[in-house]
């Protein structure tokens, strides 16, 4: 998902910790939590970009970014649909909203219905350098929150069309292991947890390395992957090569 430059940098600036209990403040909405389905809540679907959908909260009015759910139906502007899942969102702006579990269509509504929502979008919505690469997040879960977290972005190569021309760049930042500790963003996990990457552009693959702190002078070590997910550990240094169409990037982290 395109993200404006100002998103992009709360976001990196933010390790979200999304409490699931006692967090009214996060909620996408005023409607109570049903103990079987979970907090429920009504949104108009806006549309912009390349087909980038946004949600419209229609008791607040207030923004987000869904992560939508598998199964989720065709979504087009104007559309009129019932949000379930935690309740609980990122406090970037706007917010993004990781923990729906459905999205059902209540209303199909029209394109004209979201047109009062212009000047909202106008003023959230920057088209994304193509020369940028993707941005990368990764979510976890621990006993008492949903994590949500950007690792930093190191090298990377990176291939894209401006004004019909096919351009590359290619990037060369500090090697995963040369950062400082408190430099890279850090998982504070206390035990082994299953991490997924998501970039907001599709990724082919990743390979995942780690070192431990106190070794960073040593050869890495290869990690598991299944899919996006592998699994970190406490006092370990992370780096995922993300590979996509038009070039791999390299992220790192610390746990």
């Not at 199909?108 to 929502?117: F, M, S, V």
């Not at 069309?161 to 292991?177: I, S």
């Not at 370990?236 to 993300?242: M, Q, T």
């Amino acid at each position: 998902m395109t993200r404006t430059t100002a998103a992009r940098a709360t976001l990196i600036a933010l390790v979200a910790l999304l409490v699931l209990a006692g967090c009214a403040s996060g909620r996408a909405a005023t409607a109570p939590v049903d103990e079987e389905e979970g907090f429920v809540s009504t949104a108009m679907v806006v549309t912009f970009g390349d087909g980038e959908v946004l949600f419209v909260d229609q008791d607040t009015g207030t923004p987000y970014y869904p992560t939508l759910p598998e199964g989720t139906p065709e979504l087009a502007a104007g559309n009129i649909v019932r949000v379930t899942g935690n309740g609980i969102m990122l406090e970037s702006y706007p917010g993004q909203y990781p923990g729906i579990t459905d999205v059902e269509v209540i209303e199909e509504g029209t394109p004209a219905d979201a047109e009062k929502y212009d000047e909202l979008v106008a003023q959230i919505w920057q088209s994304k350098d193509p020369s940028e690469p993707p941005l990368a997040s990764l979510e976890y879960a621990t006993d008492l929150a949903v994590v949500t977290l950007l690792p930093t972005t190191c090298g990377y190569t990176w291939t894209y069309e401006q004004d019909g021309e096919e351009r590359t760049v290619a990037v060369d930042t500090l090697a995963p292991t040369d950062y400082a500790a408190d430099e890279l963003p850090d998982a504070a996990l206390k035990e082994p947890t299953e991490v997924t990457a998501s970039f907001d552009v599709e990724a082919t693959g990743i390979e995942v390395t780690r070192w431990n702190e106190g070794a960073l002078d040593v050869e890495g070590e290869k990690v598991e992957v299944a899919g996006l997910t592998f699994a970190a550990e406490p006092d370990y240094r992370y780096a995922i090569l993300a590979t996509f169409d038009a070039g791999e990037v390299t992220y790192a982290f610390t746990a």
